[in-house]
């Protein structure tokens, strides 16, 4: 199912509504302030979802580090990352904590499905962005719950 998920944010990642996202991801990068506060939906976005779909877990656990890795490199502790995936993970988000994308979020059980699929799509191809932070994070001795006092 997880291959599906990520085949569909292959499709998703290529349509015109989420290049706005990647348009508006790049701005971010410039207004710390506007990029903590939607990497604060986006974390209790998925710290609140109630899901039963198969995987979810995965994809929920990958994306909380990545929002981990945003802010570290925000805050300039963290620089090992290449500014395409930053861009791409934060158009990700953006689309995430939108509630108009491609599929509508006020539409019960289907509107997070295209979330997710991205979300899939992202953690596929940008995984070894994501072993490369945990590995540094491990390093650190980081403190995953800070991540709510973003």
Same mark, same amino acid.
């Given at each position: 199912m997880l291959n599906d998920w990520i085949h569909k944010g292959l499709?998703? /990642?290529q349509n015109p509504l989420f290049k706005k996202f990647m348009g508006k991801a790049s701005g971010l990068f410039a207004k710390p302030l *506007? $990029?903590? !506060? $939607?990497? =604060? =939906?986006?974390?209790k976005k998925l710290v609140n979802t109630e /899901? =039963?779909? /198969?995987g979810f877990d995965q994809v929920k656990?990958? $994306?909380? =580090?990545f929002i981990r890795l945003v *802010?570290?490199?925000m805050n300039g502790d963290y620089r090992n990352v290449a500014t395409k995936s930053l861009v791409i993970g934060v158009a990700v988000l953006l689309y995430f904590v939108s509630p !108009?994308?491609?599929?509508?979020d006020f539409l019960p059980a289907l509107g997070i499905l295209d979330d997710i /699929?991205? #979300?899939?799509?992202? #953690?596929?191809?940008?995984?070894k962005e994501i072993v490369k932070f945990r590995q540094w994070e491990s390093d650190q001795n980081f403190d995953h719950y800070r991540i709510g006092s973003l």
């Open positions: 499709v998703y /990642s *506007k $990029m903590g !506060l $939607m990497l =604060t =939906t986006a974390y /899901s =039963t779909a /198969s656990d990958y $994306m909380q =580090t *802010k570290a490199y !108009l994308d491609i599929i509508p /699929s991205l #979300m899939a799509w992202f #953690m596929d191809t940008f995984q």
